[in-house]
């Protein structure tokens, strides 16, 4: 097997990284906060943001054209670090490692990097090419960037909810 391949995808998120990792791991959500998200599913909850997941979304392509993808992962986080990740188990990208990291760059801001590795399909000869030219750039990185954009969205909206609580005197103990 050769060497995997890595695509990483990144957004400067306008809130705490705390926030920003609790959005990321709250798969179930997804579908609510990301519409390219069809379902996420936990097959096996052992804890939050821990088990076996099934995630399928939608890759657009021109007009109204839309591309099922599905996959099930395992799935383990930890908030300290912050970090989340999955380990591809079944689907067409089994084998895939997925990285969520979450870097403060201050008490608001969070670099967000998703970097997803991957030996490439077991297709000889064409398998490599295929990842480097349509897998990785058409599908891995267009819903990655789309869900990085969703749940920039979703936790840049509960922080400024969370300032506008605290600036009303509403902030809990």
Request: a neutral charge; one cysteine or more.
């Amino acid at each position: 097997m050769s060497m995997p391949t890595a695509i990483t995808d990144e957004r400067v998120m306008g809130a705490p990284a705390a926030t920003c990792f609790q959005v990321a791991a709250d798969v179930e959500r997804w579908p609510e906060i990301l519409p390219h998200y069809r379902r996420v599913a936990f097959r096996r909850r052992d804890a939050f943001g821990h088990g076996l997941v099934e995630m399928a979304a939608w890759r657009d392509f021109a007009g109204p054209l839309r591309y099922p993808t599905w996959w099930v992962s395992e799935m383990t986080c930890n908030a300290r670090e912050p970090v989340v990740r999955y380990r591809h188990v079944d689907g067409i990208t089994t084998g895939m490692d997925v990285v969520w990291s979450f870097e403060a760059l201050d008490a608001n801001t969070t670099h967000v990097r998703i970097v997803h590795a991957w030996p490439g399909p077991p297709w000889p000869l064409i398998g490599g090419v295929a990842w480097r030219a349509v897998i990785a750039p058409v599908f891995v990185s267009v819903i990655a960037g789309r869900t990085l954009a969703g749940v920039a969205r979703e936790a840049e909206r509960r922080a400024a909810a969370e300032s506008e609580r605290r600036a009303d005197g509403h902030a809990q103990p």
